[in-house]
T-cell receptor
Framework: GQQLNQSPQSMFIQEGEDVSMNCTSS?????WLWYKQDPGEGPVLLIA?????ELTSNGRLTAQFGITRKDSFLNISASIPSDVGIYFC???????FGSGTKLNVKP | DTAVSQTPKYLVTQMGNDKSIKCEQN?????MYWYKQDSKKFLKIMFS???????INETVPNRFSPKSPDKAHLNLHINSLELGDSAVYFC???????????FGQGTRLTVV
């Protein structure tokens, strides 16, 4: 199947710090989605991006759809303990997921 | 009101058995999906149905058979279960292909 390269694999940060993660692919995608998964739960949609160059915010979260349509990033500003979880990017031509970024926030 | 619901939440069964997982969505969506999440948390798409028609079948063993009796339901039947089938299976739905998808809570399948 298609590979979405998501980095970093894991992050350990202090509460209040900003976080950045990204996804890249060798293929073009029509849609990029960002999800968060808490333990024992299903992934929850954070942000959806539909146009190349689009920059969208959702509270402290900001995501961008790369101009080349082969990448996307997610930023979290002023992290808080409840941001802990695994963040996934997903791309549509066939709805593939990245390998996830595990975020740990130290109070 | 749960948007995408799966049953059961947990399923423990012996090797060789046949089992089914049910999924229902009350969002009026046209497209539904099944994903498998392994122990390393990697989410791999298995199947996708659009308006009851299979549109994605990602090299899944034919022991796995999805069934969509109507747009709101996509069930997963697994024959002759193997140890390697142990994983969390997620159902999801989206209004249209290529739009944001919403996930169920998952079914943790353990084959012993």
């Amino acid at each position: 199947g298609q590979q979405l390269n998501q980095s970093p694999q894991s992050m350990f940060i202090q509460e209040g710090e900003d976080v950045s993660m990204n996804c890249t692919s060798s293929s073009i995608f029509d849609t990029w989605l960002w999800y968060k998964q808490d333990p024992g739960e299903g992934p929850v949609l954070l942000i959806a991006l539909y146009k190349a160059g689009e920059l969208t915010s959702n509270g402290r979260l900001t995501a961008q759809f790369g101009i080349t349509r082969k990448d996307s990033f997610l930023n979290i500003s002023a992290s808080i303990p409840s941001d802990v979880g695994i963040y996934f990017c997903a791309g549509f031509n066939k709805f593939y997921f990245g390998s996830g970024t595990k975020l740990n926030v130290k109070p | 009101d749960t948007a995408v619901s799966q049953t059961p939440k947990y399923l423990v069964t012996q090797m060789g058995n046949d089992k089914s997982i049910k999924c229902e969505q009350n969002l009026g969506h046209d497209t539904m999906y099944w994903y498998k999440q392994d122990s390393k948390k990697f989410l791999k798409i298995m199947f996708s149905y659009n308006n009851k028609e299979l549109i994605i079948n990602e090299t899944v063993p034919n022991r796995f058979s999805p069934k969509s009796p109507d747009k709101a339901h996509l069930n997963l039947h697994i024959n002759s279960l193997e140890l390697g089938d142990s994983a969390v299976y997620f159902c999801a739905s989206s209004a249209l292909w290529n739009t944001e998808a919403f996930f169920g809570q998952g079914t943790r399948l353990t084959v012993v």
